[in-house]
Nanobody
Framework: QVHLVESGGGLVQPGGSLTLSCAAS????????MSWYRQVPGKQRELVAL?????????NYADSVKGRFTISRNNANKTLYLHMNNLKPEDTAVYYC?????????????WGQGTQVTVSS
């Protein structure tokens, strides 16, 4: 089991910055990737940024956030971050932390409860 708790959301003006945190606990040894997703009402949850924990730790970003958002991880405190700069109103969404876990037989996706980000003047 992996437990994820997001924090850091809030209201920010366009052009502002915000950093989201995702504190992870539980059995992390089988986690092979961690990601940030976002969702607005009436739309599907979309991938924002993905970091592979193995295979060189490669990172992918959605085209809409490239150059503005940065995903990072602190292994010591098992926390995933999403640093968001130059925020736009279209970044408004509930942001979710995700951990992909495998025990060699079963793949399980764990999710946090989400944190609201609102970009508005």
């Amino acid at each position: 089991q992996v437990h994820l708790v997001e924090s850091g959301g809030g209201l920010v003006q366009p052009g502002g910055s915000l950093t989201l945190s995702c504190a992870a606990s539980g059995i992390m040894s089988g986690v092979f990737a961690m990601s940030w997703y976002r969702q607005v009402p009436g739309k599907q949850r979309e991938l924002v940024a993905l970091m592979r924990v193995i295979h060189g730790g490669s990172i992918n970003y959605a085209d809409s956030v490239k150059g503005r958002f940065t995903i990072s991880r602190n292994n010591a405190n098992k926390t995933l971050y999403l640093h968001m700069n130059n925020l736009k109103p279209e970044d408004t969404a509930v942001y979710y932390c995700n951990a992909d876990h495998s025990d060699g037989l079963t793949h399980t996706a764990y999710w946090g409860q989400g944190t609201q980000v609102t970009v508005s003047s």
